[in-house]
């Protein structure tokens, strides 16, 4: 079926979208994209205490349990459990989905400490951001994104890929002169493993969001599996339960800080997931994956990383990132037409068929519409005792906190937070407006 | 009735009572088979379930 036929014929069909609201919801899932990357950029330079010589694998311990926190407080807070339920209810098989994309994530995030102790946070970064690679792969193979695309779009999405490879392939070469090799390479296939562990999690991410189901329930059990796989990991590796809490317990002045670093990357996947769910794999995870951007920032200019690096390298570095960065903008540019969203209903229909997901849940769900779940919003005293407990949780490791014995420049790091929290605010408040956080 | 019509809508047959039903229903939503089954046969599962497996090779190695 051609192009044409398709605009002049799909209208009628239930579920198709008009293409002003086609337009608004790309609009706000690349702007929750972007955010992402800000977001979870910021959240990784905790991961540089590794240097004070704590275990990786309990530096990752500490940082689910901060997510695990935050992907319980933030959805009781603005949906509410009762509401989560009731979404929940609607695919309930999804609930494997979940608890196994959280698999993936605790490993993934265990292997990029590993990364970041054996590279820098510079060189780890671009690399497993080759995730956004796979994760086109799996976004055209299972999900029928760019079915439909003209040829510019497959060249922007393919090209800007291939940019973004020849990027990584830049840093991981400039890794090979910053640290003895056999580390290089342990550090290099860490990196990369990770990035094809969470290049594969945008499978269950997509297969839920094109079901119609809302991120902040979905997270909720996210969480389960990754706090489930991490406590299993930090057990085996830390030599039993005795010795894990042994080495927490030394370590807690620190662990706030790997607290907040979880949170922190909570509310850049929860945008990321809203990037995937509106804007697709192909293009919501590359720009997404703009956080190697920042966390180049944050390691060169708050954590003075590369300071005594050659000029050569230096550039080789800045260079890698900023082709990288452009791959990234092409595939943004490359905006869904609506022939491509007419394959993306389809996959939705298959996954309703197959699970048996009331067709209306999944049409509304995918235009940000809430859909009738039977449940309305709202925060009961079992919300407030989540909030209370994760609050006093934080603070309780807030209050045996102390600063890190790590240099940083305050003011870069000062300017970086502002504008973080400024993109929150935009893509918060243009996510309400659009689709109500459904 | 004509052949170039479909469904009966042969001018012969107005006034006429409607003829039984013989078409297969719309297909239900709800699955044939158990979720669990259905899970089980579908390679989204399948394919991060290796990549899995995979990452937890590659942690040991390098750990």
Not at chain 1, 94 to 114: E, S
Request: hydrophobic share 55%; proline share 4%.
């Amino acid at each position: 079926m051609s192009a044409v036929e398709v605009e002049v014929v799909e209208p009628d069909r239930p579920g198709v979208l008009a293409p002003q609201r086609l337009r608004t919801l790309q609009n706000v899932g690349m702007l929750c994209g972007l955010t992402a990357g800000a977001w979870l950029g910021a959240a990784e330079a905790p991961t540089k205490l590794v240097t004070l010589g704590l275990s990786p694998v309990v530096i990752s311990l500490m940082m689910v349990i901060g997510v695990f926190l935050a992907r319980w407080t933030l959805p009781a807070l603005i949906q509410g459990t009762s509401y989560i339920v009731a979404d929940l209810r609607q695919a309930p098989h999804l609930i494997v989905w979940a608890i196994l994309a959280g698999c993936l994530w605790a490993v993934a995030n265990t292997l990029t400490v590993f990364a970041v102790r054996d590279v820098g946070l510079s060189i780890a970064f671009p690399l497993w951001n080759s995730n956004s690679l796979l994760g086109i792969l799996w976004g055209i193979v299972f999900f029928k994104e760019l079915r439909g695309a003209d040829w510019r779009r497959w060249l922007g999405v393919l090209g800007g890929a291939v940019l973004m490879f020849v990027g990584a392939t830049a840093l991981a070469i400039a890794s090979a002169s910053q640290v003895p090799a056999k580390d290089a390479a342990r550090g290099i296939v860490a990196a990369l493993s990770a990035g094809v562990m969470w290049g594969t999690m945008y499978i269950p991410y997509r297969k839920a969001y094109l079901t119609g189901m809302s991120p902040l329930s979905f997270v909720t059990f996210f969480t389960v599996g990754e706090l489930g796989m991490m406590t299993v990991l930090a057990l085996t590796y830390s030599g039993g339960a005795g010795a894990l809490w042994t080495q927490i317990s030394g370590a807690r002045h620190i662990l706030f800080w790997l607290l907040a670093g979880g949170f922190i990357w909570v509310i850049g996947d929860l945008f990321q997931q809203y990037a995937v769910k509106y804007a697709g794999i192909t293009r919501g995870i590359p720009l997404s994956n703009t956080n190697q951007l920042w966390g180049l920032l944050w390691g060169i200019l708050v954590f003075g990383e590369l300071h005594a690096a050659s000029g050569s390298l230096l550039a080789q570095v800045v260079g890698g990132s900023l082709v990288m960065a452009i791959g990234a903008g092409v595939i943004a540019l490359s905006s869904v037409s609506r022939s491509e969203h007419v394959s993306w209903q389809e996959a939705a229909e298959r996954e309703g068929a197959r699970y048996g997901v009331r067709s209306d849940y999944t049409q509304a769900r995918i235009a940000g519409e809430g859909g009738a779940i039977g449940a309305t919003r709202r925060r009961s005293g079992l919300d407030w005792a989540v909030v209370g407990v994760a609050t006093a949780i934080i603070v309780g490791f807030a209050l045996v906190a102390r600063p890190p014995q790590i240099s940083i420049h305050v003011g870069w790091s000062m300017a970086l937070i502002v504008a973080t929290v400024a993109m929150l605010v935009a893509a918060g408040s243009a996510l309400w407006r659009a689709t109500r956080f459904n | 009735m004509m052949r170039h019509l479909r469904n009966d809508a042969s001018p012969l047959n107005i006034g006429r009572p409607a003829p039984a039903v013989t078409e297969k229903p719309m297909p239900d939503v709800r699955p044939s088979r158990s979720v669990v089954k259905a899970v089980l046969t579908d390679l989204q599962f399948w394919v991060p379930v290796a990549v899995l497996a995979g990452g937890l090779f590659v942690l040991r190695w390098i750990s």
